[in-house]
């Protein structure tokens, strides 16, 4: 991934020297199995321990001759070991190694990946709880439709990024897999004692049943919950993105000092931010596919899930945490617009009270709901076309409810959108 969207503790998992250092820790703990069975002389095995190393540069020339990459590591860690070196990679197949480290990698990306979760659960538990009885005007299809508040859309958010947060730590223990079974996965070159000791020295649990790799299917289930949490962060982005409209401007993602929002109109606040993350998760979402084609290979193993992963796992991981460090700035430093909130409720013209005068009108009037929401619509109707009319004035205005003025009054009077907050919010915080 581009350093732009790179934060630097998760981007560092993914570079070459920290791989080969896996492949190291992998390799001497395999020497160590070996040599509890008997395999490798205690002499052996300190030499190798002390010893083993690698150089970059070396691994690199020589892949260049030999076009194998396990094999120019394992030249590299022998010009250092000597002699000693026949031991390592006793019995293994390459892809023992490399599966190995992938989920070593994959399952410490996810573990700073769930810490950033953990944080942004906070934030919007926060949030929530700063403005539960914020009242603001609910839309559906862009619409007004009735009041909520503020509060319940970031206890929405929290439940969302909660059940993400079960998401990633259930794909952690699909991914946290380590196989060390040879070359097709029947253990006729290692014993299968080194596999559970490896296991148990990484925190991992042993792969039941391998081919020459471990199973694809636990990939791309990782990489569907990764598309999950993605469009997660979309749609608070999304949300984000409508509130600081001109013609809504109830946020405002966080604006540094001295940033600016266009090179040509000085008066310009975009929300970029926001519509960056919304283009990110687009990427994120497009990495599940390939980790699905991913699971079907010919017989026990080819590589063309390789080049795929070489691409997609050091990106998505890498990806996801910086967007997740983006979305944490943007909610904590997001600015809340009450003036704007008020008058886009005021705006409505009381508009939104059409559902509790339809429900009061069937149950007062006697009448077909039918009739009764052809009443509410045409008065609904005449506030949108005039412009100096509430809904109120047109309900009470209509003849056919002249004997119902009292008890509609009463409606307009009441604020009802608040009764149930306390209930949601025991759901959610529990």
Not at 393 to 403: E, G, H, T, V
Not at 415 to 425: E, T
């Given at each position: 991934?581009?350093?732009?969207y790179s934060n630097k503790e998760l981007s560092s998992i993914w570079n070459d020297n920290y791989k080969f250092n896996i492949f190291l820790e992998i390799e001497i703990l395999v020497c160590e199995a070996n040599h509890n069975l008997g395999l490798i002389p205690l002499k052996d095995l300190e030499n190798i321990k002390n010893t083993a190393n690698f150089s970059i540069e070396s691994i690199n020339e020589i892949e260049s001759e030999v076009k194998h990459d396990i094999i120019a590591f394992l030249t590299s860690v022998a010009g250092y070991v000597g002699e000693s070196s026949k031991y390592i990679h006793m019995g293994m197949t390459s892809s023992d190694l490399l599966d190995t480290c992938l989920a070593v990698q994959l399952s410490r990306s996810i573990e700073i990946i769930l810490v950033k979760i953990t944080h942004l659960l906070s934030l919007l538990k926060d949030k929530a709880e700063k403005y539960k009885y914020i009242q603001c005007m609910g839309r559906t299809h862009g619409i007004y439709a009735e009041p909520i508040t503020l509060g319940i859309k970031f206890a929405r958010f929290y439940t969302e990024f909660k059940r993400n947060y079960e998401r990633l730590k259930f794909a952690y223990d699909n991914i946290a897999v380590c196989s060390i079974s040879g070359t097709v996965g029947t253990y006729i070159s290692i014993d299968p004692y080194v596999e559970k000791y490896v296991a148990k020295k990484l925190g991992f649990i042993v792969e039941p049943v391998s081919s020459q790799i471990i199973p694809r299917d636990r990939h791309a289930m990782f990489f569907s919950v990764v598309g999950i949490i993605a469009s997660s962060i979309e749609n608070i982005a999304t949300e984000i993105r409508h509130l600081q409209r001109s013609e809504v401007g109830e946020c405002l993602e966080p604006f540094s000092k001295g940033q600016k929002g266009s090179s040509a109109m000085p008066h310009k606040r975009n929300p970029i931010m926001s519509e960056n993350l919304t283009g990110l998760a687009r990427i994120l979402r497009s990495y599940a596919t390939p980790a699905m084609e991913n699971i079907t290979l010919w017989h026990e193993?080819?590589?063309?899930?390789?080049?795929?992963e070489r691409f997609i796992c050091p990106d998505a991981c890498i990806t996801l945490d910086f967007a997740l460090s983006r979305l944490i700035y943007i909610v904590e430093g997001l600015e809340i617009n009450q003036k704007n909130i008020d008058i886009n409720i005021?705006?409505?013209?009381?508009?939104y009270l059409s559902h509790s005068v339809l429900l009061h009108l069937i149950s007062c009037l006697n009448i077909t709901r039918e009739e009764a929401y052809s009443i509410v619509q045409d008065c609904a109707k005449s506030v949108w076309n005039?412009?100096?009319i509430s809904f109120e004035d047109a309900i009470l205005s209509?003849?056919?409810?002249?004997d119902h003025q009292y008890s509609i009054k009463n409606l307009f009077k009441n604020n009802q959108y608040l009764k149930n907050i306390d209930y949601i919010f025991e759901k959610v915080f529990i």
């Amino acid at each position: 991934m581009i350093p732009r969207y790179s934060n630097k503790e998760l981007s560092s998992i993914w570079n070459d020297n920290y791989k080969f250092n896996i492949f190291l820790e992998i390799e001497i703990l395999v020497c160590e199995a070996n040599h509890n069975l008997g395999l490798i002389p205690l002499k052996d095995l300190e030499n190798i321990k002390n010893t083993a190393n690698f150089s970059i540069e070396s691994i690199n020339e020589i892949e260049s001759e030999v076009k194998h990459d396990i094999i120019a590591f394992l030249t590299s860690v022998a010009g250092y070991v000597g002699e000693s070196s026949k031991y390592i990679h006793m019995g293994m197949t390459s892809s023992d190694l490399l599966d190995t480290c992938l989920a070593v990698q994959l399952s410490r990306s996810i573990e700073i990946i769930l810490v950033k979760i953990t944080h942004l659960l906070s934030l919007l538990k926060d949030k929530a709880e700063k403005y539960k009885y914020i009242q603001c005007m609910g839309r559906t299809h862009g619409i007004y439709a009735e009041p909520i508040t503020l509060g319940i859309k970031f206890a929405r958010f929290y439940t969302e990024f909660k059940r993400n947060y079960e998401r990633l730590k259930f794909a952690y223990d699909n991914i946290a897999v380590c196989s060390i079974s040879g070359t097709v996965g029947t253990y006729i070159s290692i014993d299968p004692y080194v596999e559970k000791y490896v296991a148990k020295k990484l925190g991992f649990i042993v792969e039941p049943v391998s081919s020459q790799i471990i199973p694809r299917d636990r990939h791309a289930m990782f990489f569907s919950v990764v598309g999950i949490i993605a469009s997660s962060i979309e749609n608070i982005a999304t949300e984000i993105r409508h509130l600081q409209r001109s013609e809504v401007g109830e946020c405002l993602e966080p604006f540094s000092k001295g940033q600016k929002g266009s090179s040509a109109m000085p008066h310009k606040r975009n929300p970029i931010m926001s519509e960056n993350l919304t283009g990110l998760a687009r990427i994120l979402r497009s990495y599940a596919t390939p980790a699905m084609e991913n699971i079907t290979l010919w017989h026990e193993r080819d590589i063309s899930h390789s080049s795929v992963e070489r691409f997609i796992c050091p990106d998505a991981c890498i990806t996801l945490d910086f967007a997740l460090s983006r979305l944490i700035y943007i909610v904590e430093g997001l600015e809340i617009n009450q003036k704007n909130i008020d008058i886009n409720i005021k705006h409505s013209k009381g508009l939104y009270l059409s559902h509790s005068v339809l429900l009061h009108l069937i149950s007062c009037l006697n009448i077909t709901r039918e009739e009764a929401y052809s009443i509410v619509q045409d008065c609904a109707k005449s506030v949108w076309n005039e412009d100096f009319i509430s809904f109120e004035d047109a309900i009470l205005s209509d003849s056919r409810l002249s004997d119902h003025q009292y008890s509609i009054k009463n409606l307009f009077k009441n604020n009802q959108y608040l009764k149930n907050i306390d209930y949601i919010f025991e759901k959610v915080f529990i």
